[in-house]
Structures are given as C-alpha cells and as structure tokens.
C-alpha cells in the first residue's frame, strides 16, 4: 500500500449522473450555461465574495486576470519565488517582469518588511500567494498598494474556503485568484476562478475568457479560451457538497499531526496569522538539519522506502528553474531559498487516516527503521 502526498475528494457517481442529466437533455455542454450558472451562484455565497468568475482552470485565471489591468509589457510585478511554477509563469507569459521578494521564514508567505524596498517606476502590481492555504498580510499589503497606487492580485489557489476576522479570504486585493484542480481542497476535476469586488472587471473577464468577443461580430480583445464547462461545473456542485465535512477531517489530521510533531527537535511547523481559520490544505513541516540531525531528502527518503510519498513542495524556488536561470538570483530571496531546501510536505488529505499519520511521524522521527 502506498500513501500519496494528496488524495482527490470525489462526490458519489450517482450525485454526479444525476447533475450531468440535464446537460444530456439541453445538449448545452459549454460557453456559461445553466450550471455553470448555478456553481457561480453557489460559490459565491460560499466563498462570501460579491463577484466570481469562473475558468477552465487556476492558471488561465491569473493570466486572464493580470490581462484585464491592461498592464503595459514589460512592467513589474512583486510576487514570492516560494509558490507553484504557475504564479511565475503567468506573469512571464503576459509579458510582465516578476520581480521577486523574499518571505516569512514562519508563515512563507510574501514579507512585507521587504516589499517597498522592490518598488520601481515600473512597478504596477503586486501578487502574493496565500501559501498552504495560510493568508498573507492583507492589511499591510493593502496599504503598501495604495500608497503606490499598485494592483493587488493574490494567488489564492492554496486557500479554499479560508477567512480571515470572518471574511472570505477572496474578500481582500483587487483579486484573488482560486484553482479547483484535483489535488486541491475543492475541484471541479481542472477548474479555477477569480473572485473580486469592482464590477469593472465582470465583463473583461468574461470576454477575455471567450476570446475576446464581445458581441456576434464584434471582438475586441484578443482574448484566449478559459471558460469552465458544465461538465466541471456540475462536478462542483457534487464536490462542493461535501467540502466543509472534508476540511473538517484534514482539521483532524493536522491536529494529529501537530500533537506527535510539535516537540520533536529541529522540526517546524508553520505559524498561522491570527484571526486566520486555515483549511488545512497541506501540512509542510520545515526540517533543520543541525537541530534534527539528518536533512529533509533523508526523511524524504525515509518516507519514500515506506511507500509513503511526501512531496519536497516548493523545490525549487521558482527563481531557480531551469527555464528562469540567469534571469534571476536566487541568493535575492535567501529565505525562500532556505524554506525550499528543508521543507517537506507530509500526506494531507480528508480520508487519511489516523493509524496512517501516526506511522508516517513515528517514520519521521526515525522511531522506526533504526534511525
Ligand atoms: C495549483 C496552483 C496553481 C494553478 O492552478 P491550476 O488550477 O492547476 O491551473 C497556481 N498557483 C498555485 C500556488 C497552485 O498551487
């Protein structure tokens, strides 16, 4: 038996045939239908947020969402290396320049001690990422932005379902960026979206996630093809059903594991930012080599020989990959640097179980295998 860093969560079939029904009947299969429609309307309200719109998956999202600030090429975007290769990317690929800031060494999300620092004439925006389904500074980075009248477009896609002082965590920035992939929280199998609050937004979004049409012989952007189709959508409304009891298991989980990983000498576990409530979307425990005695690629494989698949997750810093090297210095953002080298991110997901955690610390921490 092999355990996996993540698991899907998947609603029943039945659920599933019996949304996919009426699709088969109106033979509407795409372009914002009835359920997509209906998923719309439901994440909203579940999310707390006043506009969503919804993508065929996280990344088009973000690229779609930097499109419709009309940034002109070339300008800069303050964003983290320590995040999935697509906040990168999608910044690179809409002709825009990240610039790179360090982190928090406790939370890893971006330090905003080190922002204002980065801002240039060139800046226009700044896009943080909600890492592990933990919340960055929203308040400070508010302010930083509208001090230098910059954008805020967060990468939200780790933070499903998170609040922060009771609000939706897609409440904060001009905005926030989610992804309903399979391995997250929530998933409409591929799936993403973009949640904000100026209405401005909704009918760029929207045109740019249909190439750009406007009307039957009128396109006035050049837009690419994003749209979720009620396939996914109707995945959604089956998943959705079942989200909060899932976050309320991976609770159990990462309390679990806090109990038998919280004392261990040389293992850190991440701090929340108060007045958070998480989702427990991963559980990344930072191994110091001095302290523990072994580094994390001993653990890593220590894990890996028990067929327990943890997952050295952000490694690289994306300053470090391979399509970005001589770009940038990676000794720029010499925490995010050390996070990527000794951090590990054990099995997290809704039906893991207890017996397993409890196997997979006592791997950890050498008890067996005579470490
Ligand atoms: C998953 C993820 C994305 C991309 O989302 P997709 O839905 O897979 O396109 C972007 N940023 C981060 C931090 C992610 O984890």
Known sequence: MSTFVTQSSIAPLEEYIEEIRPIFESKRMTNMGPVYKKLQHQLKKYLDVPELSLFVNGHLALETGLQTFDFPTGSEVITTPYTFVSTTHAIVRQNLVPVFCDIDPTDYTIDVNKIEELITEKTVAIMPVHVYGNLCDVETIQKIADR??????????????????????????????FSFHATKVFNTIEGGAIAFKDTCYQMRLHELKNFGIHGEDRVADVGGNAKLDEFRAAMGICNLRYVDENIKKRKAVAEKYDELLGDVAGIRLMQLRDGVTPNYAYYPVYIDPVKFGENRDDVYKRLEENNIHARRYFYPATNDLVCYRGKFEIQDTPVAHDVSMNILCLPMYADLGMDEVERICEIVTGKTNGR
């Open 148 to 177: 230098h009248g910059l954008k805020v477009l967060y990468d939200g896609a780790h933070a499903f379902g998170t609040t922060y002082k009771g609000k939706g965590v897609g409440n904060f920035g001009d905005m926030c960026m």
